[in-house]
Protein backbone atom coordinates (compact mmCIF):
# COMPACT_ATOMS: atom_id res chain seq x y z
CA UNK A 1 0.00 0.00 0.00
CA UNK A 2 0.83 4.04 -0.85
CA UNK A 3 1.63 5.21 2.92
CA UNK A 4 1.03 8.74 1.07
CA UNK A 5 -2.88 7.69 0.48
CA UNK A 6 -3.25 5.90 4.71
CA UNK A 7 -2.15 9.27 6.31
CA UNK A 8 -4.49 11.98 7.64
CA UNK A 9 -3.97 14.97 9.37
CA UNK A 10 -6.08 17.70 10.37
CA UNK A 11 -6.61 20.20 13.23
CA UNK A 12 -10.29 21.21 14.30
CA UNK A 13 -11.27 24.78 16.55
CA UNK A 14 -13.69 23.91 19.36
CA UNK A 15 -16.66 26.26 19.46
CA UNK A 16 -16.20 29.01 21.81
CA UNK A 17 -18.61 27.49 25.07
CA UNK A 18 -19.97 28.84 28.21
CA UNK A 19 -16.98 27.35 30.08
CA UNK A 20 -14.51 28.87 28.16
CA UNK A 21 -16.16 32.39 28.30
CA UNK A 22 -16.37 32.32 31.28
CA UNK A 23 -12.94 31.48 32.40
CA UNK A 24 -11.64 33.90 30.10
CA UNK A 25 -13.89 36.78 32.29
CA UNK A 26 -12.45 35.12 35.31
CA UNK A 27 -8.99 35.18 34.49
CA UNK A 28 -9.40 38.91 33.32
CA UNK A 29 -10.94 40.09 36.20
CA UNK A 30 -8.02 38.58 38.37
CA UNK A 31 -5.27 39.91 35.97
CA UNK A 32 -7.22 43.43 37.17
CA UNK A 33 -7.24 42.55 40.90
CA UNK A 34 -3.77 41.34 40.47
CA UNK A 35 -2.50 44.95 38.77
CA UNK A 36 -4.12 46.71 41.02
CA UNK A 37 -3.45 45.21 44.67
CA UNK A 38 0.33 45.07 43.24
CA UNK A 39 -0.08 48.82 42.43
CA UNK A 40 -1.76 50.01 45.84
CA UNK A 41 0.70 47.64 47.55
CA UNK A 42 3.98 48.55 46.38
CA UNK A 43 3.83 52.20 45.42
CA UNK A 44 1.23 53.97 47.53
CA UNK A 45 1.49 51.68 50.81
CA UNK A 46 5.29 51.06 50.73
CA UNK A 47 6.04 54.32 48.86
CA UNK A 48 8.23 51.33 46.60
CA UNK A 49 7.53 52.59 43.34
CA UNK A 50 10.84 51.53 42.11
CA UNK A 51 9.32 48.06 42.17
CA UNK A 52 6.25 49.08 39.49
CA UNK A 53 8.93 48.49 36.71
CA UNK A 54 8.54 44.48 36.93
CA UNK A 55 4.85 44.62 36.67
CA UNK A 56 4.80 44.55 32.93
CA UNK A 57 7.16 41.26 33.43
CA UNK A 58 5.41 40.02 35.95
CA UNK A 59 2.18 40.24 33.98
CA UNK A 60 3.40 38.99 30.82
CA UNK A 61 4.51 35.79 32.45
CA UNK A 62 1.41 35.14 34.54
CA UNK A 63 -1.05 35.95 30.99
CA UNK A 64 1.23 33.65 29.10
CA UNK A 65 0.57 30.84 31.95
CA UNK A 66 -2.63 31.55 32.53
CA UNK A 67 -4.52 32.11 28.59
CA UNK A 68 -2.69 28.86 26.84
CA UNK A 69 -6.06 27.07 28.48
CA UNK A 70 -8.39 29.53 27.03
CA UNK A 71 -7.13 29.14 23.39
CA UNK A 72 -6.98 25.62 22.27
CA UNK A 73 -7.49 23.53 19.07
CA UNK A 74 -7.45 19.89 18.40
CA UNK A 75 -4.88 18.04 15.76
CA UNK A 76 -5.58 14.68 14.54
CA UNK A 77 -3.50 12.59 12.97
CA UNK A 78 -3.94 8.84 11.04
CA UNK A 79 -1.01 7.12 10.25
CA UNK A 80 -0.27 3.51 9.94
CA UNK A 81 -3.24 2.32 11.50
CA UNK A 82 -2.82 4.63 14.76
CA UNK A 83 -5.55 7.44 15.52
CA UNK A 84 -3.16 10.50 17.47
CA UNK A 85 -5.41 12.95 19.22
CA UNK A 86 -3.98 16.00 20.43
CA UNK A 87 -4.89 19.63 21.76
CA UNK A 88 -2.39 22.42 20.85
CA UNK A 89 -2.97 25.21 24.00
CA UNK A 90 -2.76 28.80 22.27
CA UNK A 91 -1.17 27.69 18.52
CA UNK A 92 2.11 26.69 20.61
CA UNK A 93 1.84 23.76 22.84
CA UNK A 94 0.90 20.17 21.96
CA UNK A 95 -0.09 17.52 24.54
CA UNK A 96 -0.43 13.93 22.74
CA UNK A 97 -4.50 13.03 24.83
CA UNK A 98 -4.77 9.43 23.02
CA UNK A 99 -3.28 6.99 20.45
CA UNK A 100 -5.07 4.12 19.91
CA UNK A 101 -4.67 1.24 16.98
CA UNK A 102 -7.56 1.57 14.80
CA UNK A 103 -7.66 -1.91 13.51
CA UNK A 104 -8.23 -2.99 17.42
CA UNK A 105 -11.46 -1.03 17.75
CA UNK A 106 -14.63 -2.57 18.42
CA UNK A 107 -16.35 0.53 16.94
CA UNK A 108 -16.24 3.55 14.28
CA UNK A 109 -19.44 4.87 14.31
CA UNK A 110 -21.40 8.25 13.46
CA UNK A 111 -22.12 9.96 16.62
CA UNK A 112 -25.97 10.07 16.56
CA UNK A 113 -28.85 8.53 18.97
CA UNK A 114 -27.91 5.30 18.00
CA UNK A 115 -24.63 5.36 18.95
CA UNK A 116 -25.01 7.72 22.20
CA UNK A 117 -27.60 4.34 23.70
CA UNK A 118 -24.65 2.29 23.03
CA UNK A 119 -22.13 4.62 24.39
CA UNK A 120 -24.79 4.47 27.78
CA UNK A 121 -25.38 0.78 27.66
CA UNK A 122 -22.27 -0.64 27.20
CA UNK A 123 -19.19 -1.15 30.05
CA UNK A 124 -17.24 1.75 28.70
CA UNK A 125 -15.11 2.71 31.22
CA UNK A 126 -14.44 6.30 29.70
CA UNK A 127 -15.73 8.38 27.11
CA UNK A 128 -13.23 11.44 25.81
CA UNK A 129 -15.00 14.24 23.53
CA UNK A 130 -12.50 15.91 21.06
CA UNK A 131 -14.97 18.08 18.69
CA UNK A 132 -16.30 20.72 17.28
CA UNK A 133 -19.80 21.36 19.09
CA UNK A 134 -21.80 19.12 20.83
CA UNK A 135 -24.23 18.46 17.89
CA UNK A 136 -21.78 18.17 14.79
CA UNK A 137 -22.47 16.23 11.88
CA UNK A 138 -18.85 14.94 11.43
CA UNK A 139 -18.95 13.20 14.72
CA UNK A 140 -17.55 10.20 15.14
CA UNK A 141 -17.39 8.04 18.18
CA UNK A 142 -15.10 4.93 18.42
CA UNK A 143 -14.46 2.53 20.95
CA UNK A 144 -11.09 0.74 21.48
CA UNK A 145 -9.59 -1.62 24.26
CA UNK A 146 -7.54 0.00 26.98
CA UNK A 147 -5.18 -2.98 27.60
CA UNK A 148 -3.48 -1.28 30.17
CA UNK A 149 -6.34 -1.01 32.40
CA UNK A 150 -8.32 -3.91 30.76
CA UNK A 151 -11.79 -1.73 30.35
CA UNK A 152 -12.79 -0.55 27.05
CA UNK A 153 -12.83 3.79 26.66
CA UNK A 154 -13.89 5.28 23.71
CA UNK A 155 -13.49 8.74 21.92
CA UNK A 156 -15.57 11.34 19.86
CA UNK A 157 -13.61 12.65 17.11
CA UNK A 158 -14.37 14.89 14.66
CA UNK A 159 -13.96 13.30 10.72
CA UNK A 160 -13.08 14.36 7.28
CA UNK A 161 -13.85 12.22 4.39
CA UNK A 162 -10.59 11.29 4.31
CA UNK A 163 -10.31 10.34 7.42
CA UNK A 164 -13.50 7.73 7.00
CA UNK A 165 -12.21 6.82 4.06
CA UNK A 166 -8.60 5.74 6.07
CA UNK A 167 -10.85 4.40 8.94
CA UNK A 168 -13.05 2.06 7.13
CA UNK A 169 -9.77 1.29 5.36
CA UNK A 170 -8.05 0.04 8.47
CA UNK A 171 -11.23 -1.58 10.21
CA UNK A 172 -13.92 -2.33 7.64
CA UNK A 173 -15.63 -4.75 10.13
CA UNK A 174 -15.85 -2.05 12.54
CA UNK A 175 -16.76 0.64 10.79
CA UNK A 176 -20.20 1.71 10.59
CA UNK A 177 -21.25 4.32 7.82
CA UNK A 178 -23.25 7.39 8.04
CA UNK A 179 -26.79 6.78 8.17
CA UNK A 180 -28.00 10.38 8.67
Not at 3 to 15: A, G, I, Q, R, S
Not at 115 to 136: F, P, R
Not at 153 to 178: D, G, H, K, M
Amino acid sequence: MNDYKNFCEYVVYPEMTASVRLLRVLLITLYTLFIAVYSIGFWLILGLWSLMILLPFIMYAIIRITWKFTVIEYEYAIEAGELCVAVIYNGVKRRVKLRAKIPEMTLIAPYDAKSKHTLEKSDIAEVKYYIESKDSENAYVCIYPDKKRGKKRAVVIETTPEAQRILRLCNATAFTASHR
